[in-house]
């Protein structure tokens, strides 16, 4: 199960590192889909379209999500974001560096905001080779401020905290070379996973 944030400033900040919204229950004004120029036809910007969209939407308006599960989706293991590199992955660290930039008000993204967005997304091969990962750390910090201001009472803050926790985490790893373990855990995971169904389907018959 999957719960997304509900409200408008823990959605804008979840939206600068990923897409907080399940895109087949969305519903929205059709003149705010026009306003915007509605889904992006540059290909350098997709897949993924809905990521894209909704960063570009949230920068005008204010978005929520329903608190009540109302959707259910199946998960294909051979669906085109689990087979083999991820396709999504360079522009998901364009989008995610682009909202960055936004929301810290630093307009057109540098090379602080495109590692913060690799690191988090596991793109490793594109984080420069001079980072700078207390200026990475500043940059979430200072996007969360500014949306924080805007809601004094939300938990922004928190997550603010939960994020460079995350990103430290991740530096850390990768300066030990343990992020190359990753598609090993994958696999034990996926492996692990199989064998749970597999068993649930035994004791169900």
Same mark, same amino acid.
């Given at each position: 199960? %999957?719960?997304?944030?509900? !409200?408008?400033?823990? #959605?804008?900040?979840?939206?600068?590192?990923?897409?907080?919204?399940?895109?087949?229950?969305?519903? #929205?004004?059709?003149?705010?889909? !026009?306003?915007?120029?509605?889904?992006?036809?540059?290909?350098?910007?997709?897949?993924?379209?809905?990521?894209?969209?909704?960063?570009?939407?949230?920068?005008?308006?204010?978005?929520?999500?329903?608190?009540?599960?109302?959707?259910?989706?199946?998960?294909?293991?051979?669906?085109?974001?689990?087979?083999?590199?991820?396709?999504?992955?360079?522009?998901?660290?364009? +989008?995610?560096?682009?909202?960055? $930039?936004?929301?810290?008000? !630093?307009?057109?993204?540098?090379?602080? %905001?495109?590692?913060?967005?690799? #690191? +988090? %997304?596991?793109?490793?091969?594109? +984080?420069?080779?001079?980072? !700078?990962?207390?200026?990475?750390?500043?940059?979430? $910090?200072?996007?969360?401020?500014? +949306? %924080? $201001?805007?809601?004094?009472?939300?938990?922004?803050?928190?997550?603010?905290?939960?994020?460079?926790?995350?990103?430290?985490?991740?530096?850390?790893?990768?300066?030990?070379?343990?992020?190359?373990?990753?598609?090993?855990?994958?696999?034990?995971?996926?492996?692990?996973?199989?064998?749970?169904?597999?068993?649930?389907?035994?004791?169900?018959?």
């Amino acid at each position: 199960m %999957h719960d997304h944030p509900t !409200d408008n400033a823990a #959605l804008q900040f979840e939206l600068l590192f990923d897409n907080p919204f399940l895109h087949s229950s969305t519903m #929205l004004r059709k003149t705010s889909l !026009d306003a915007v120029g509605g889904y992006s036809t540059d290909r350098s910007r997709q897949p993924p379209e809905d990521y894209e969209l909704w960063s570009r939407l949230a920068r005008r308006y204010k978005v929520a999500n329903l608190p009540e599960r109302l959707t259910i989706y199946r998960e294909m293991p051979r669906s085109l974001s689990r087979v083999g590199s991820n396709p999504f992955q360079e522009k998901l660290v364009l +989008i995610s560096s682009e909202n960055l $930039a936004h929301a810290a008000g !630093d307009g057109v993204p540098d090379q602080r %905001h495109r590692d913060v967005a690799a #690191l +988090i %997304h596991n793109a490793y091969q594109m +984080i420069s080779g001079k980072h !700078d990962i207390d200026g990475m750390c500043r940059v979430i $910090a200072q996007a969360g401020a500014r +949306i %924080h $201001a805007g809601v004094p009472g939300s938990d922004v803050s928190e997550r603010v905290a939960v994020r460079i926790g995350s990103l430290l985490l991740k530096y850390r790893l990768r300066r030990a070379g343990l992020h190359r373990l990753r598609p090993v855990v994958r696999l034990l995971r996926r492996h692990f996973s199989r064998a749970e169904a597999a068993e649930l389907g035994d004791r169900t018959r």
